[in-house]
């Protein structure tokens, strides 16, 4: 028990010397001006580089990804359909379906899938 902590002590020791060492030495003292600016082709930019963003394209790329990665875990469920029990399976698929199809009436109350506005 003693050598555990011990050994716990000295790897906390070594993580945390570590972790400062790469702190000091990853500290960059000279800023260059034409490193801290975007590039452009090697040219000053014309423009703002920090134009705003539209907030509803990022919201609708969120819902995207939100149910890509649904279809990710929908499509496991597919290949296991015959080496799993089926009512446990059934119950599975049929929980995880209402809870999609609640997001998605959600979000369409919410007028989030409307994309004219």
């Known amino acids: 028990m003693f050598s ?3 050994m716990t002590s000295i790897l906390i020791i070594i993580a945390s010397v570590v972790m400062m060492l790469a702190s000091i030495l990853s500290k960059k ?3 260059d001006r034409e490193k801290c600016s975007p590039f452009e082709c090697g040219f000053d930019p014309k423009s703002s580089s920090r134009l705003p963003f539209s907030l509803r394209f990022f919201l609708i790329t969120i819902i995207f ?4 990665v649904e279809i990710a875990l929908i499509l496991p469920m597919i290949l296991i359909i015959s080496t ?3 009512i446990v399976w059934t119950t599975t698929s049929v929980v995880f379906i209402i809870i999609l199809i609640i997001g998605l009436y959600h979000e369409w109350n919410q007028g989030m899938l409307n994309w004219s506005n």
């Open 84 to 86: 799993s029990n089926m």
């Open 4 to 6: 555990i902590a011990i």
């Open 65 to 68: 990804l939100i149910f890509d």
């Open 29 to 31: 003292t000279l800023t």
